[in-house]
């Protein structure tokens, strides 16, 4: 018996992001609600739903084999990428990860991305650390969403494989920001750094309270909260 997966804000938001037709692998699926859901409303798409542990894994293909999606979808059990070295899928989603983790899954596997076309990464935290390594990369940013859900903010990153040899530079505020949501500046981007602000504020405060302050840390934090009161106040 099948039902009709019923995705989160968050997730919905990534699928937006994948082509009709998708072959992808979805990095750390957990219950594979992504792939069940994309192939249920595109019977030409394809997934890979990639679990390092046994409980998620386990769980991942009971609810393949009970959607019926056994002949779109493949469970397989493995190490960030590993996962897709046999298989030619065109797009990758790592999402619900920092942004570290996510870093290190991508240039630990970045072998294993010669058919990857598009990356569709969603960090809870430090989404600068994803757009500093693109530069280092054949993939440019191509979209950037920002959203609430549940009292989380969550930013959704689209690099696709670029089409010229032309390598892009962004400012160390764009890298920051992001060079798409910091055009766009919505509520919810708005409220983040309203948010961040306080956190930078409480930061410093800490630190200059101990006994030897680090000076080149607190002058890096009132330099971003600088940032952040000029991004805010520019409207």
Request: glycine residues 6%; negative net charge.
């Amino acid at each position: 018996m099948t039902n009709e997966i019923i995705l989160s804000n968050r997730l919905k938001n990534i699928m937006d992001f994948l082509p009709a037709g998708s072959f992808f692998a979805d990095i750390g699926s957990d219950h594979a609600y992504l792939p069940i859901a994309v192939c249920q409303h595109d019977q030409s798409a394809k997934a890979i739903a990639g679990e390092l542990n046994e409980g998620p894994y386990r769980s991942a293909l009971e609810h393949v084999t009970t959607q019926r999606l056994t002949d779109q979808i493949k469970v397989i059990k493995g190490d960030g990428l590993e996962v897709i070295q046999f298989e030619p899928v065109k797009q990758v989603v790592i999402a619900g990860m920092g942004g570290g983790l996510i870093c290190s899954i991508l240039e630990q596997g970045k072998h294993l991305l010669k058919d990857v076309d598009r990356l569709i990464l969603q960090p809870n935290v430090n989404s600068e650390y994803i757009r500093e390594w693109l530069l280092n990369t054949d993939y440019q940013l191509v979209a950037e969403r920002i959203l609430a859900e549940e009292g989380h903010i969550y930013e959704i990153l689209v690099a696709d494989i670029a089409v010229t040899k032309a390598r892009y530079e962004y400012s160390d505020k764009e890298i920051l920001f992001g060079p798409y949501l910091i055009k766009e500046k919505n509520n919810v981007f708005k409220q983040k750094w309203q948010r961040e602000r306080k956190n930078y504020r409480r930061i410093i405060e800490q630190m200059l309270r101990a006994k030897e302050p680090d000076l080149i840390k607190i002058n890096q934090f009132k330099l971003k909260e600088k940032w952040i009161e000029e991004v805010l106040k520019d409207d």
